[in-house]
């Protein structure tokens, strides 16, 4: 392959759009997912092979503006401006044109090539919004491509006008302002012309009206006289408007885009009452919503527990031949035990994780892909504003209910340091579906289904002490709920597959190493005889003050590894996992309780490390460790009047 | 300006009823936020419905639904339709 016929071309748009499906159906298994350097937050990249080219795809993260509030807006933007895409595909949602156009024009400010791909134009039809695309293109001078992407139409008559258009570039159309504010620019783009900045000047100029931070910084530090000249037309500008400047131009900007959307599309009046529209109206009721939240919640746990232990019980049976195998082959001798604890490890993590993770995983998505989890965040909202924080925490609570580090990670929804903070503590103390293994394969069920959800309930009862406790502590305003409500969409089979599949993937590579090691070091350390010298430094805390066998210290240790250890290296330890044998109720609960909460897993502690700083992420885990510890011992002690 | 008795907060509206934003009684990127989300003075907004115990409301501006949290609709002055 010759090297002109390289391209790379960045896919850029807002949340729910369908940027992923496309880049998935562009790239499928060559894509490579990272970090940005520095950051983490997810690079997504990929290679499509079309024709005679090698094309470079690079997703951008789903953003609503290319202003810096966010890490992922500043990325975006430096990223389009330093490595010039030979292309920016912008997808775009046809049933929320207006507020997608928005967006379209802060691209097109940047002077480089848009092609704009009208996603989801069979539902904008099912609505009643008949686009006219031709016109589109004539207004924006940029190529625009109705598509669907879950269907993958339109899909390749994108590739084939990203390969038009870098044979023969086109000209770019600038969308204009006011004339007010054209004055404005026209005179800061004359004075940016002595300076060396890597971006189009009128950007510069517009950037500059609008305070954009970065840019002030960037400029400043070139020429400081420009910033008087900058101040001046500021104030003009407000003084005309009677606004800051920074909101007379997004003002004119959005209303260039609803002028453009009045030009082009036509909306049908007296469609029919869809029944996605009943069923928006029934789940964000006042009443109804919540029961029917409710309902949902209860029977997704419902379902991962009965599945999780149809399941789980169902290869206990296979796996015990297994043993029976082994042993009437190789006998007990000692590398014969540690061979055997090593795969026996992992029989564990398969028997008692794998079959509540599935499910829950399953069920995470299909709420996710349906559009589900915005509903959960607009009823949650008055809820979350009492831990000082707002609705959307949420999504990052159910995310955190799978595993707390993607939790954690998406705590970077919220806009304000403070409450991706208050936000990512409050996750760590959500049970992930490490603990639940613990809290369903122990509590659920020897001590009884109705104590699991118990320890749930005392959770979220829990959280919510810890989220109004730190509101008040970590200062700052609590910012508002601004949320884009998706439509309802039928689940999409081959997404959701593909996610819990990518779920599980990274479940069994991060857990099935760390299993083993930590599996032969027990079984190690047991075999040599040191197990009660360990186990004994802690008793004063496992057995003296939570009652608990003094095999649990050890456990604990390694549990901060992965949570399911806990359990995993018990059933290993003792060869079976019928923890009856060495576990009354009151422990079961003690020991679940303390699971819960007495530290983030390590994974989740170096994401809170990244994020927030060491400082912070110790004083977590310290706050966490004792707290836990007392907690569970006085769950313990008043146990011991109900047992 | 005269105080129109058809001037009135966002969070005042019955649900189902439609009103023209006036104003937005916030700071700078408050009001510009809203505005990257087409949430301008002249912007039609019409309330569709709101959770109990001073929740957030849900708004469809343009054709496409937004939640918009209690505190911050009170900061949007609209002129009843």
Known sequence: ?643 | MNAKKDLVSLVDLNDGQTGTILSIVGGRILTKRLADLGLTSGTEIKVIGRTLFSGPLQIEVSGSRLVLGRGLAAKIIVEIK
Request: net charge neutral; hydrophobic share 50%; aromatic share 10%.
């Open chain 1, 1 to 643: 392959m010759t090297e002109n016929k390289k391209i790379n071309i960045v896919l850029a748009g807002q949340g729910n759009a369908g940027k992923s499906t496309i880049f998935n159906y562009f790239t499928g298994l060559h894509q490579h997912i990272g970090n940005w350097a520095g950051k983490t937050i997810e690079k997504r990249e990929g290679t499509l092979f079309y024709k005679d080219y090698t094309i470079d795809v690079l997703d951008l993260p789903g953003i609503y503006s290319l202003t810096t509030y966010s890490e992922e807006e500043l990325i975006s933007r430096e990223y389009i401006i330093h490595h010039q895409p030979d292309c920016v595909i912008n997808i775009v949602d046809s049933t929320n044109l207006e507020r997608n156009l928005i967006f379209t024009i802060q691209l097109l400010e940047l002077e480089c090539p848009v092609i704009l791909a009208l996603n989801m134009i069979d539902l904008a039809k099912k609505k009643g919004i008949t686009i006219d695309f031709q016109k589109l293109q004539n207004i924006l001078n940029v190529p625009v491509i109705p598509t669907v992407a879950s269907h993958g139409s339109g899909l390749t008559d994108i590739i084939d006008k990203v390969i038009e258009l870098k044979e023969k570039k086109k000209d770019l159309n600038t969308i204009r302002y006011g004339k007010e504010i054209e004055n404005c620019i026209d005179i800061l783009s004359v004075k940016l012309q002595m300076i060396d900045l890597p971006y189009p000047k009128r950007w510069i100029a517009i950037k500059l009206l609008e305070k954009d931070n970065e840019l002030i910084k960037a400029v400043w530090e070139k020429d400081s006289g420009i910033e008087e000249t900058t101040r001046k037309l500021e104030k003009n500008l407000e003084e005309i408007h009677g606004h800051d400047s920074s909101i007379v131009i997004a003002d004119e900007r959005s209303q260039s885009a609803s002028r453009i959307v009045r030009k082009i599309v036509r909306i049908l009046p007296g469609r029919n009452i869809s029944l996605n529209d009943r069923l928006e109206a029934l789940t964000t009721h006042k009443f109804i919503g919540y029961i029917f939240m409710l309902f949902i919640l209860g029977g997704m746990f419902l379902t991962v527990f009965k599945f999780g232990n149809w399941f789980s019980a169902w290869l206990e049976t296979v796996f015990s031949d297994w043993h029976n195998l082994w042993t009437g082959s190789l006998g007990t001798a000692f590398l014969a035990s540690m061979g055997w604890s090593a795969i026996e490890s992992v029989l564990a993590l398969i028997q008692i994780a794998l079959p509540f993770i599935l499910p829950f995983y399953i069920i995470l998505y299909i709420l996710e892909d349906w559009g589900y989890i915005a509903r959960i965040s607009f009823l949650m909202d008055n809820l979350m504003h009492k831990m000082g924080i707002h609705g959307k925490g949420c999504i990052s609570f159910i995310i955190g209910l799978g595993c707390n580090v993607p939790g954690c990670l998406s705590c970077r929804i919220m806009e304000s340091r403070r409450e991706r903070f208050i936000t990512a503590v409050l996750v760590t103390l959500v049970p992930c579906s490490a603990v639940s293994v613990i809290v369903f394969g122990l509590v659920g069920k020897y001590v009884g289904l109705l104590w699991a959800l118990g320890l749930y309930l005392f959770a979220m009862v829990l959280i919510f002490l810890a989220g109004r406790i730190s509101s008040r502590f970590i200062i700052g305003e609590p910012v508002e709920l601004i949320m884009p409500m998706p439509d309802y969409k039928t689940p999409h089979f081959k997404t959701i597959a593909t996610q819990t599949g990518l779920a599980l993937k990274e479940f069994v590579f991060i857990a099935a190493p760390l299993v083993i090691i930590s599996g032969v070091v027990i079984q190690g350390i047991n075999l040599a005889g040191w197990m009660p010298a360990i186990s004994g430094v802690l008793s004063p805390v496992t057995e003296t003050w939570l009652g608990l066998p003094p095999i649990t210290g050890i456990l604990l240790i390694f549990g901060i590894l992965r949570k399911e250890l806990i359990l995993v290296m018990l059933a290993a330890y003792l060869g079976t996992s019928a923890f009856s044998e060495v576990l009354n109720h009151q422990q079961m609960i003690t020991l679940a309780v303390l699971s819960m909460f007495y530290i983030p897993c390590i994974a989740t502690i170096s994401v809170l490390w990244n994020d927030f700083g060491w400082k912070k992420a110790l004083v977590v885990c310290i706050l966490e460790i004792l707290f836990a510890i007392f907690l569970a011992g006085i769950v313990k002690r008043i146990l011991d009047f109900v047992f």
